[in-house]
């Protein structure tokens, strides 16, 4: 692999170790510091992981546009550096004032400047290492990123170790957000050093100058415009009607509009109700381990915390560890070599349906936990309380295991390969902007979460009956995913559209070097 990658995989490594340094414990870190109740602090943090996945379109514009992906990735970095800066200080025991009583505005306005630092980011990072190939280096570019991925889940796996047991000490008397906050932001600074260090070794794309997305409209309205007013005979001879816009912006981009805007986003969309339900490990999910028994090693003082619900969600990253070398160096090569077609499109459609049978075993376990829960005489509104505790009466928290192995799967079957495809299949002056979409996707989700939950929390659904109604629609997005993943071609195989494009395309699958 290029020097380059070497510099891009340690800075991945120590964003995602800041964000999941952070992520994981919103839910809890709401509830405790301004007494939300539950579903306010699941839609709170829901809001950041939204905006987080927002914000990618900013990033991607900007990139492409106007800053590139280097200024992108360093201008971005420094917000988020300052958000994390932020959220460090106001955890601080009583400065904002007494736990429970700080305004969910101070609360939350850190994680805004993260959101927006995090999501300018993300589509830059992933694409800067995709540029550092030649299109002919599609195993080089598997392995990258299959790595890529690995990266951020080591990150993800240290931060949610260490995180949750710096949390369990008491900072002035009070639980020690701020210190599991600390160690994320420091982190991130070296990891940003290590990536300015490589920059001599980067193969920079320039941006192409003017804003892209603002440019493809207008490509698009003026194809659209002339295509309507032009007669039978002038259509024929156009062929697609986006060459309507060829003399004005050139038959390549026209080509990339419609690679990116007609053909992949459709492909991408329905993973919205994929992540609609990854989503929501991080708080549904914490949700019902709070009624379990955290003694998983064992231990029986119902006093102390054994092992906390961002702790125990550890086990999607160690499995994602382990899983994403398997599938990317064995299974797939082993698919390849028999002549079996489980291609980018297949393993996205197969981590879509794992994804949502997952969903529905947590949906079966919930009623049983629940139960058993109330059996035992604690309080199911302070359920946060007993995170990690120890529970004659309760479910074992390892319950929780095959519904985090089947998620995990299906993770490492969608994750990676999705970042993947999103690049490969658009054109070079779409490719941040095409990742942004993928990372769209899982903002989406979150918007689905916030306008769902508060109409099941209204309708009296117990968790269990919610689960399988987020399971349905979840359903619903994968047969969606299905029928156009049908109809989809790859971009190395689809006909061009102009003889341009054609030209354009044949010169760079035939590139050997830069």
């Not at 301004?34 to 950041?48: H, L, N, P, Q, R």
């Not at 139960?371 to 309380?385: M, W």
């Not at 299905?482 to 760079?508: F, M, Q, V």
Request: aromatic letters at 18%.
């Amino acid at each position: 692999m290029p020097k380059a990658v070497w510099f891009i995989l340690p800075n991945e490594f120590g964003e995602r170790f800041c964000y999941y340094g952070v992520q994981p414990n919103l839910n809890k870190y709401f509830r405790m510091i301004t007494m939300m109740e539950a579903v306010d602090a699941k839609v709170y943090s829901t809001a950041f992981t939204m905006l987080a996945y927002f914000f990618p379109l900013v990033g991607a514009a900007l990139s492409d546009s106007f800053l590139g992906k280097w200024w992108t990735i360093i201008s971005f970095s420094v917000v988020y550096l300052i958000g994390m800066i932020m959220v460090t200080i106001f955890a601080i025991p009583n400065l904002l004032g007494p736990m429970g009583t700080v305004s969910r505005f101070l609360t939350f306005l850190p994680m805004l400047i993260i959101a927006i630092g995090t999501g300018g980011i993300k589509p830059c990072v992933s694409s800067h290492g995709g540029d550092q190939f030649l299109p002919s280096q599609e195993a080089a570019k598997d392995l990258f990123f299959n790595n890529f991925y690995v990266a951020i889940n080591i990150g993800g796996f240290l931060t949610q170790l260490i995180g949750p047991e710096i949390s369990k000490l008491e900072c002035y008397g009070q639980k020690c957000f701020a210190g599991a906050f600390l160690l994320p932001t420091v982190v991130f600074i070296f990891a940003l050093a290590i990536f300015a260090a490589g920059h001599r070794f980067y193969r920079i794309v320039p941006p192409m100058g003017e804003f892209l997305p603002l440019k493809a409209v207008k490509a698009t309205w003026v194809a659209y415009s002339r295509h309507r007013q032009a007669s039978p005979e002038e259509r024929v001879a156009r062929g697609h009607w986006l060459n309507f816009a060829e003399e004005d912006y050139g038959g390549v981009f026209v080509e990339e509009v419609r690679d990116f805007g007609l053909t992949l986003v459709p492909v991408v969309i329905p993973f919205a109700f994929c992540w609609m339900l990854y989503n929501q490990n991080s708080n549904e999910w914490s949700n019902q381990y709070y009624l379990m028994n955290g003694a998983i090693f064992g231990g029986t003082d119902d006093k102390h915390s054994y092992v906390q619900s961002a702790q125990f969600s550890i086990i999607n990253t160690i499995l994602i560890i382990i899983m994403v070398p398997i599938l990317g160096g064995w299974f797939y090569p082993f698919c390849t070599r028999r002549g079996w077609n489980f291609g980018p499109q297949r393993r996205m459609g197969a981590g879509f349906f794992f994804i949502v049978l997952s969903f529905a075993i947590s949906a079966a376990l919930a009623p049983k936990v629940e139960d058993a829960f109330l059996r035992s005489g604690r309080n199911y509104a302070k359920a946060e309380d007993y995170d990690g505790t120890y529970c004659k009466e309760c479910y074992s928290a390892w319950w929780q295991f095959p519904q985090w192995f089947v998620l995990t799967l299906g993770e490492a079957l969608c994750s990676p390969t999705g970042v993947q495809f999103t690049y490969i299949e658009a054109g070079r002056q779409f490719r941040a902007v095409s990742t942004s979409f993928w990372l769209v996707s899982t903002s989406l989700g979150s918007i689905l979460i916030m306008i769902f939950e508060p109409v099941f929390v209204d309708a009296g659904m117990t968790s269990g009956t919610k689960g399988w109604a987020y399971s349905g629609i979840g359903l619903f997005g994968f047969f969606l995913y299905c029928l156009a993943s049908y109809y989809y071609t790859p971009r190395k195989h689809r006909a061009s559209i102009n003889e341009a494009a054609r030209l354009a395309k044949e010169a760079e699958y035939s590139l050997t070097k830069y």
